[in-house]
């Protein structure tokens, strides 16, 4: 069973700090606490006589404590957006229905057949056309989707964060 098990995150940062002595467990501090600010888009400042070795105690603790409450984990990977259905039929439905404009235009003409042709090849140009600016704006919105059910997964996961902080005597902010 390892310490992780034994001993919730934060505490065991405490220990690996107290062990390591006044130098090193300074930098490890200082390095622990800005990883979490800036992970998580927030500033931290202690509101009581806190010091470095305390805060990442603490922002360890209240990391866990969120990731546990929340269920989200920050360094998950972001979700990917949904790709588009693949879909099919556009040059062909265009080129139906240019064949039918083309031959009803021919025919005033007499030239139906010519005109059903050029028809068909217009309508087919249409459709594909159409058909691929679709799936661009498909990408688009399921990546603009994905991005802001990124952004209210991180949103939540720093509230949780803030409120720990904020019952441990921190402001963040």
Avoid: W
């Amino acid at each position: 069973m390892g310490i992780r098990r034994v001993l919730p995150c934060g505490a065991a940062l405490g220990m690996i700090l107290l062990a390591a002595g006044p130098g090193l467990g300074d930098e490890v501090s200082a390095s622990v606490n800005a990883r979490i600010q800036e992970q998580l888009g927030v500033f931290v400042y202690p509101k009581g006589d806190q010091d470095e070795a305390a805060q990442a105690t603490d922002s360890l603790g209240c990391y866990d404590s969120a990731k546990e409450r929340t269920g989200i984990d920050p360094e998950a990977p972001a979700a990917e957006p949904e790709t588009p259905e693949k879909t099919r039929g556009g040059a062909v439905r265009g080129a139906a229905g240019g064949a039918a404009v083309g031959a009803a235009m021919g025919a005033i003409f007499d030239e139906a057949g010519k005109g059903a042709a050029a028809g068909a090849l217009g309508g087919a140009l249409r459709g594909h056309h159409g058909r691929k600016q679709a799936k661009a704006q498909a990408r688009k919105a399921a990546a603009e989707r994905a991005d802001a059910a990124n952004r209210e997964r991180m949103e939540t996961f720093s509230r949780a964060f803030g409120a720990c902080m904020d019952a441990r005597n921190y402001s963040v902010e």
